[in-house]
């Protein structure tokens, strides 16, 4: 259980900061994902982007079970 936690850990991590390269191919900006400014920090939350990557990690992992 413990090496599953880590590894989503890592993972998020991981996208965390490949965001600025997948903005340049779309994610992070469809509709369903909230950005705002506040105080003069940018803060993203890509739910929309999470659900569609979480489905093509479905549809892969179904693929190659």
Do not use: C, N, Q, Y
Not at 30 to 44: C, E, H, I, Q
Request: charged content about 15%; aromatic content about 14%; overall charge positive.
């Amino acid at each position: 259980m413990l090496i599953k936690v880590l590894l989503i850990f890592l993972v998020v991590i991981l996208l965390s900061s490949l965001l600025p390269w997948l903005e340049k191919l779309g994610i992070g900006r469809l509709p369903g994902d909230l950005r705002f400014r506040l105080f003069g920090k940018s803060f993203s939350f890509p739910f929309a982007s999470t659900i569609l990557i979480s489905l093509f990690v479905l549809l892969l992992a179904r693929i190659f079970k």
